[in-house]
């Protein structure tokens, strides 16, 4: 701990190569501070510990013409693990911010496709409109439209239709990017 307190007196002095000397000393302790801001989050976060440290650690150092970090001062390694850990809670806030703007999605989740149970029991005006698109889709391309009848109307996962279809999984993964993007642009226009 003492070498992290004379480092980062080295840093403040203005030593350029301080700042290269600090991050093996703290990283594994950053990271694990890091780990304990994630598991505190909600579910689904995409930020990964690494990602969040290194953030936060270009947040602590003073960067050349920046008047406000020039200004930062660390009595000692528990001063400066202080500040990362306000760094972390201020970056984590920013994301949580920005992912309720409606530019990053607003209210949106995300879903996870594979395991949602996509067999229909009985039709509806959307599945009308599905299949009125499905035809089109089929008109162009039919093995497209034959995967999201598998998966669609008849649950099945992509691997298993795959499978009915006797193709790849790596095809069917294109044919099923490939047909979702189609039908949502056809749902969409069928919409208006």
């Known amino acids: 701990m003492r070498d992290i307190t004379r480092i980062l007196s080295a840093i403040d002095q203005g030593d350029p190569h301080?700042?290269?000397?600090?991050?093996?000393?703290?990283?594994?302790?950053?990271?694990?501070?890091?780990?304990?801001?994630?598991?505190?989050?909600?579910?689904?976060?995409?930020?990964?510990?690494?990602?969040?440290?290194?953030?936060?650690?270009?947040?602590?150092?003073?960067?050349?013409?920046d008047e406000a970090a020039a200004g930062k001062h660390w009595d000692n390694s528990r001063h400066f693990f202080a500040a990362a850990a306000e760094a972390m809670r201020r970056i984590l806030l920013d994301r949580a911010r920005d992912k309720r703007r409606l530019k990053r999605g607003g209210g949106w989740r995300r879903l996870n496709l594979e395991h949602i149970d996509l067999a229909v029991n009985e039709p509806s005006a959307d599945v009308l409109l599905l299949d009125a698109a499905l035809q089109k889709l089929a008109a162009?391309?039919?093995?497209?439209?034959?995967?999201?009848?598998?998966?669609?109307?008849?649950?099945l996962?992509?691997?298993?239709?795959?499978?009915?279809?006797?193709?790849?999984?790596?095809?069917?993964?294109?044919?099923?990017?490939?047909?979702?993007?189609?039908?949502y642009d056809e749902l969409r226009r069928e919409e208006e």
Not at 49 to 62: G, I, N, Q
Not at 140 to 155: H, I, P, S, T
Not at 159 to 175: K, T
């Open 140 to 155: 162009e391309d039919a093995v497209c439209a034959d995967l999201v009848k598998l998966r669609f109307f008849a649950g």
């Open 157 to 183: 996962t992509l691997e298993d239709a795959a499978r009915a279809l006797g193709i790849s999984r790596r095809s069917a993964d294109r044919y099923w990017a490939f047909a979702r993007s189609w039908l």
């Open 18 to 65: 301080a700042a290269e000397q600090l991050l093996p000393l703290i990283y594994d302790e950053l990271r694990k501070l890091a780990a304990q801001k994630l598991a505190q989050e909600a579910p689904g976060q995409t930020l990964q510990a690494t990602a969040l440290v290194h953030e936060a650690y270009l947040r602590l150092l003073p960067r050349a013409g």
